[in-house]
């Protein structure tokens, strides 16, 4: 197994291999895709940063996000600790919708209590910095994207594993983007450490989608939902958010 426990070691690229490498490890399977295309071969520039680009992403981040969210690291930070939680909550809430799906139950539960960890983390770094925890408005993204959840089964369960894998892909990149960008060493050392966890639960999401139903189906649904995903954010929210 990988050492990941100094993620200063690696770069992004590296970090994503390893991640589905073990991926495949813990879904007894080959994820004989490429989930991520390398750095060298599709490289992205966001004034001076660059960054792994993503396939299942459409469209990567945009440098205005980068630009409001290093100015509100504050409030980043306060709304990723949400994130962490609504994340390990979403994970709990399919469990508990599909109780008999062994393999999802069994990858979620290791989900969830890999969150809560994360949830930790990011509270420790909001008491470091006397950010009280305090609630924030949501931004749109995530209202959007729960609405083209179909309502019927399968489509239901395919729907929910998809846009789940999409949140947790943005989330890497985004991570990874303040990892470089964030002039906190110390803090930018805590969004490198989380880009492996965050790889490793998109291709998670994503194998359990394609264990629920057929890759054609799977491939052209995900298609449709990225370009919604990015559609989103094609437009900046005004308040700085992780998925703003």
Not at 16 to 43: C, D, L
Not at 148 to 177: N, T, V
Not at 206 to 233: C, K, P, Q
Request: aromatic share 8%; charged share 25%; net charge neutral.
């Amino acid at each position: 197994m990988y050492d990941l426990s100094s993620p200063e070691k690696y770069t992004p690229t590296r970090l994503t291999i390893y991640a589905i490498k073990y991926i495949g490890t813990m879904s007894n399977r080959v994820v004989s895709r490429s989930i991520i295309a390398k750095s060298e071969e599709a490289p992205s520039s966001y004034g001076g940063v660059s960054l792994t680009k993503i396939k299942i992403l459409q469209q990567p981040t945009s440098l205005a996000w980068i630009e409001q969210a290093i100015a509100n690291m504050d409030t980043i930070l306060l709304d990723h600790s949400h994130c962490e939680r609504k994340a390990a909550g979403a994970a709990i809430n399919m469990m508990f919708r599909y109780p008999a799906h062994h393999k999802l139950v069994r990858q979620l539960t290791a989900i969830a209590q890999e969150e809560l960890e994360h949830f930790e983390q990011v509270n420790q770094w909001l008491d470091k910095r006397s950010i009280p925890l305090a609630p924030l408005n949501s931004p749109p993204y995530f209202a959007k994207l729960k609405s083209q959840i179909r309502h019927q089964e399968p489509e239901r369960l395919l729907d929910s594993l998809l846009i789940s894998a999409l949140i947790e892909a943005r989330s890497y990149e985004r991570l990874g983007l303040l990892g470089e960008s964030c002039p906190d060493q110390d803090l930018a050392k805590l969004y490198r450490g989380l880009m492996a966890s965050e790889a490793r639960h998109y291709g998670i999401y994503w194998v359990l989608a394609e264990h629920y139903g057929d890759r054609a189906t799977v491939d052209r649904r995900l298609s449709e939902l990225g370009e919604f995903e990015s559609s989103i954010l094609e437009t900046l929210h005004h308040e700085p958010r992780l998925h703003s």
